[in-house]
């Protein structure tokens, strides 16, 4: 069955809590890939935050056998191969709607769909995996846009969320979608039917805000 982890970042590393997590989940550990934001530009950036993530999971004991950076220094064909066999997949966080035109462009979108392995969205990554993904000003994007995403999630999300800086646009937009709001070092995991929450997360709907787990 099919695992998905949403979040935002995790400037701290993966605290004893989430550790736990991913040890729990992620079994198999043959193949990693990390699924850039960017593919044809910036390659020295995105090889820097490929090792960060890799950094992430190595500090507490994750080691992969095969890791590789899936963006355009690779052929379509062998993306989806790599994407299509690996155990986890990490999609990167940068700009939203450019990361899931590459998504389309390079034909990941059924494969991550019908993936039955642990997929992991950071930030402009999580959003992509919701059903309905949405692109707030305040969460940095240039304007406001919102599109179907990938479908993996049947809610929104907003990752970076600051409870004391909650914007009229998000508010508006609750009145339409489910949303989550994702703070720094928290997740949401979806195993079928089971949603578990870690960390500092809010439910934001019909213009009001809960938090549902610290």
Known sequence: MSIYILTSWFPNGFNNEIAQLMKKFIKRRTKFAFIASEFEKNHEKTDQYFEEVLGLFQNIGIDFEKSYVVDGRMEKEVAKDIVRSADVVWLAGGDTPTEYQYLLKYELIDILREHSGVI???????????????????????????????????????????????????????????IYGLCDESLILCEGKTIIFLGEVYQIIDGTVKQISV
């Open 120 to 178: 992991i969205g950071m930030s402009a990554g999580s959003i992509n995996l919701t059903k309905m993904a949405i692109c707030t000003l305040a969460c940095g994007h240039d304007k406001q846009e919102m599109y179907e995403g990938i479908g993996c999630v049947g809610f929104s999300v907003e990752p970076h969320f600051n409870v004391n800086k909650v914007s009229k646009e998000l508010l508006e937009l609750s009145k339409q979608y489910i």
